[in-house]
């Protein structure tokens, strides 16, 4: 059996995600052994392999609550029905609605005629205010359903079929091809821009300003990141310092990316020009370009944090 993608293996690795760091080895350990014997004795009395070893960890239970089992810890805020349930959802929904929020809130902001400060102290209060909303109202929703839900089962109730894929060392590999595949294209596309331009008419999309300095320092971000995917497809598995190295670098280079765009030191200046030749009172083709690309960076910083949280999620692997 894969002991990459096996049920077992999806368990362990889930409950070791949930205890202390310097346990996870020997809380694996035993709960492997465990396991084994439990479903060794469900073969002996005639059950098939797969079914036995479904059983067995349906027994077991979530693997968060599991794990609070081993170290004592109560689950007690929501209760020990839904609180799994409700992390889980909780740190979801933290992830997609607060920085689709603040991105709205800055985007807003921007068609309004913000600067770039205004533009990011709009996004604070919206980061603030729909991360406390989520809090709140999912808190409110399960402690509810844990007093006067349903006592049978619910669709919030954790089955084995439940559990994350882990990933294999191929899928890190194709990962690593993934990223380098794109960084080549995008130091070839500025660096095209740079000395031969586009269309027949060779224009120059890219304000000569960025050179060299602002793209040295974007190289050099494009390049820790290629690195880091590098190491980490070596070693076989992600480190909380690894992720933090490659979430940092990713984050610096976009929402520099999108302060340089608001500060009109990105765009050529004879595209500018021609741009603001062919603006209107109502229609700021300048201002259309710079929201449109905002829109684009904020969508790619919002998928940086959904990287960011698979990242973090496997570090946590044994």
Known sequence: MDTDTSLVERYVTAVARSVPAADRAEVSAELRASIADEVE????????????????IAELGDPIAYAASLSGRPLVLIGPRYYAAWLRLLRLLLIIVVPVAALIAGLVRAIGGGDVGAVIGSMIPAIIMSGVQVAFWTTLVFAVLERVGSTGDTVLDWTPDKLPRTVIPTARLSDLIGIAVMTVLLVGSVVWDR??????????????GLWPWVMIAWFGLLAIGLVVEAIVAVRGRWSAPLAAVSIAASLVAMIGAIMLVWRGAVIA????????AASTPTADIVQIVNISITAVLGGILIGLLFDAYRKLGLAREV
């Open 41 to 56: 004795g469900r073969i002996v009395a005639g059950e098939e392999p797969a079914a036995a070893e479904y059983t067995v």
């Open 269 to 276: 200046p004879d595209l500018m020009a021609r741009m603001q």
């Open 195 to 208: 000395t031969i331009g586009w269309g027949d008419q060779h224009v120059h999309v890219l304000a000569p």
